[in-house]
């Protein structure tokens, strides 16, 4: 097969990072142009020692530029940029006909409005918002991603909760006002940057919630249970930071409708997610160690018959299932492929 | 002040260890016996290296029985043992009129029947249950351990949710059937015990549910809570096990009854800890890294303006305030003593 | 091709588990059977929930006896279990014809002597050891894997000093007398084992030599140092505990003969190294978490002017390069494939 | 007895806060100013969430200037300073009869030019050098100490190799050119600063040397052990960072004179450390869990009869005996109290 050609642009962060790694080893695919404001100049071996001896060591950053994106002949460029930034390539790009597979969350949401809302500024390319596929494949589906231009990747919260939700809301097996998250997220997920409070000596023993009540990504959360559930969603959400490098978990409490119970859920959850390769339903609780530097969802269910209600577990990897190895995954459906291309 | 001889059952285990260094310290407090099954015959020292050099450095762990704790000449006995164990030694204990500061489960619950229920055996001295006191100071008051006979000392989960609940629900700011609680604990929690689950490589970068829906601790958590509201309550409660090893933070949402805000939550928290050292409302969130090797409990609350719920949240160390240093702290209020004595 | 069929003895340590991954993606290898005392009759998902939705996730473990692995018909096993056990699965393994590849310690060492005096126990099956290779690819070379029939492969600490210090010997580049070594292991090389000192909340927060002056693994890195130098060489070796899962640095110091430099340490790693796809010369100084979960050993070098001695770094994943992968890259070298097979 | 008044300068970093903690109970110590550039105007208590409830929570942090200290009335001074800016204020401080106890490296050093080679700056305050004392008690003894104005205190690594070594050499046990010493610290000692290298994800699950073959810190080392063995010592140093928050560890390689053996160091240590509350020598490993929050130092001793070296082992808290306690331990003796008071 012909290879495709792909850049990512900000390619030193944790999830470019990651990117590179997947997209250097995966079989359809060759890698044009990496593009790394602060590491131009090096290459990939001396910014990221662990890939010494790749076949893509020697490979340069570049700075990043539309220009020099197009003229790397990528036909694909993923986007590993603060939010805000990745607008600014991204409305180019598509102008000039090169698909775009974004992990920020500039268009993730279908409201400019929602987005100015949780992001506290203008959406730097609404026009775009229309056009945008919310690329969480197994909620999504394979058509809609199906030649999809602009694929906004969804954030690792949002992912660890929307798939064990979603169903369950489609089925309406759950009371939509009764949800309650709590989350744990590794300190990677905060990203590559100079941040006292991202020290390993301010994170190791300690355990802290954070960003509550209206963290960021409860607005894409909402937005997709709200399409799941057909009414508005509004739901409890919790984050914390916990001293591991990667993983994430979400305990999800919720009350059942109609007496739907463990057997229902896992019903709905079986319905939904088969054939897809990357939901694991399990019978112990989830364990983030289970998936690290995998693209698995782990689930789990129990029923608390004291109170009534359900509990709903998950655990993925913030940098995989959570950021890049998604990305990968969606684009292998955007394309065609199999979805587990070069993820197995 | 004449030195009140004390002993220490079970010394060997973490809450053990904690005792130990509290009380060589404490002015008031002279270390009469330490037992310890495992241990016996060696010197603290040997055992505990970190306490080389102290005055206690060179007593004996001996095995431990009744009659040695009696020729010991202890007027309190600390047991640090598991549950179902420390009743055989408060039983014996009591009769020969010596005070019995107990860190185990065995007398926190009023029913013999609840706790067969949650511990699976027969209570094994259900006698003692009625002369005990559920030694939690901020919530059961000064006047109650006052020259107290049997202090039941509660569990780390329950110190962190009951000290943040029981004024809201004493004062009917919250519903009690709205109550959904995630704790994370570090790994001390599980004990010194050979247990491949505890071990590093299985809990570094590893975070996990456990004990849900029905962990033990429950039991207590829900008697203190209905004591406190006045009616039954029954309360969602996930625990967590997570890579530090002191600390304990807790995430509960609420639904307010009657409009009560941060406000009200606040005003009643500060009324009912008014003079209280060991409670500290901050207005970060709370870190557990804040509070480890120390007696407090920190406590914060926000409102969710989009789900009406509340928010609250609290910190302890969970080998200090939700064991070791709590239980200093009941036994200086039962010998009429201020109850940071030992413990600044 | 035709597939190599397999087995695993011990499958259910943190080596075996490794084995189990490896081997499981092997386009050569099929996997046979799996022993393990302690998980037989579950099955690899069960007890191995990362590896829930691989191929080999129903496969159960069976006990472990030579019979079965022989009616498996494994045409190679690979023995994962603690020194003296192995020996007693090798011969008659080895005697049925079946090739064996074996972690522990029992065929390392060319004299049965030697081993009573680091082990403390007659060798159990000492008419093996002169058959068998040591399985250090980048040392012993091709040659003598090719066929092998008893493949002794290296522990982690004496891959880490070997292959920096090898080339140096045979090339007279340094004192054979002046050698210090200092090396980091991760807790998981101390194996799956229920024991206290090895809990998260005793390993946390610890740092800790042990195992001086006398490490067992001092007997075979001497032994190969002898072969490399001609001449009989002694080292002080000092390994230390440290919390990180998986990792393994060496920092060596050592005197220069006849002026040898930086430039003649990289020259005499380069030439012997040439063409191996593990081994990395790097500039920085080498760090664990650049090689976990890789079969790669990143070597560096430093020239102390003030002191004129040399120092050498290198730095392994303890269960890969230090077990798991080499094992397999051995294994793969005695077959006469590419020695990277499976392991890219 | 009247309480001194003491200041801190640079209050805000690790060390800073150690010194604000300690000297808060400290029995004869009363704080007259803290000072922060970045936290001036910010309470104690929001700044250091931990010290919330401590006399000193509401004291606020003031811009750093000589004049302000002199104005707070402060007869003692402590320097928490990157090295450089220390001497900005040390100067004009000695100038006002203020009493010094500065932990940088700006007067560690009796030569301005190994000042100038080592940290690559002319020394800002070369006068100040030959009155300052080497506040490494157990060293430079009590009498140097005694009514000192400017105390350096010995930098983390210093402190760990130091102690052990010093007595030996000053006996002629073992040969100065003989010694190799590999370190480990953990990541508090490189101090609160925004750093990418400094974050969790970066410093978890990793090992790595550094510094190396020419730290800094060897510039003290080797002028005190010159001054020990009363010959020029030229030492083999290799420092390494490990995912600890507090704790180091040194193991020191050395050949012996004369025979000296393990009881002949015992003995030298015995002699030198006779008295002295923080020295403990110990039969095990030393391990940094046991020192951390302590003012402690660990010694033990092994003989390596293969080699004929002799192994030395050490453990301190980084931050503690390393920096923090050993700076207050050496001003109680600068002023004639005993040396652990405010330290037990």
């Not at 409890?236 to 591991?244: A, G, I």
Request: hydrophobic share 45%; charged share 20%; glycine share 8%.
């Amino acid at each position: 097969m012909h290879k495709v050609k792909a850049a990512i642009v900000g390619a030193s962060g944790y999830s470019g990072e990651e990117l590179v790694a997947l997209l250097a080893r995966h079989p359809h695919v060759e890698i044009a142009a990496l593009t790394s404001r602060q590491s131009a100049g090096k290459t990939v071996a001396e910014f990221f020692p662990r890939m010494a001896g790749a076949a893509i060591a020697g490979m340069k950053f570049i700075e990043p530029s539309t220009e020099s994106l197009v003229a790397s002949g990528a036909s694909v460029v993923f986007l590993a940029l603060p939010h805000g930034l990745a607008a600014e390539f991204a409305a180019p790009l598509r102008k000039a006909g090169i698909q775009v597979v974004d992990l920020s969350a500039d268009f993730r949401l279908k409201s400019a409005d929602v987005f100015e809302e949780f992001y506290g500024e203008k959406h730097p390319a609404p026009e775009l918002l229309v056009g945008s596929v919310y690329a969480l494949p197994e909620v999504c589906g394979n058509d809609a991603l199906k030649d999809a231009g602009l694929l906004a990747c969804p954030g690792c919260y949002p992912t660890s909760i929307l798939v064990p939700l979603v169903p369950l809301l489609r089925k309406k097996l759950i009371d939509p006002n009764s949800i309650v998250i709590n989350s744990l997220s590794g300190v990677s997920g905060a990203g590559r940057k100079a941040d006292v409070s991202l020290l390993f000596a301010e994170c190791n023993e300690s355990l802290r919630a954070y960003g509550a009540p209206k963290h960021r990504h409860l607005s894409e959360i909402e937005q997709e249970l709200f399409a799941a559930a057909g009414e508005k969603v509004v739901v409890s959400f919790t984050p914390h930071l916990v001293p591991v490098t990667r993983g994430m978990i979400s305990t999800i409490v919720v009350s059942p409708l109609k007496g739907a119970d463990v057997h229902a859920v896992q019903s709905a959850w079986g319905e939904a997610y088969q054939g897809r390769p990357f939901v694991r339903m399990v019978s112990h609780l989830p364990d983030s160690k289970h998936v690290t530097s995998t693209n698995f969802i782990d689930l789990a269910v129990r029923e608390d018959k004291r109170t009534g209600r359900l509990l709903l577990f998950s655990a993925i990897d913030n940098l995989g299932k959570g950021a890049a190895s998604q990305a990968v995954q969606a684009f292998n459906i955007s394309r065609g492929w199999d979805e587990a291309t070069g993820l197995a």
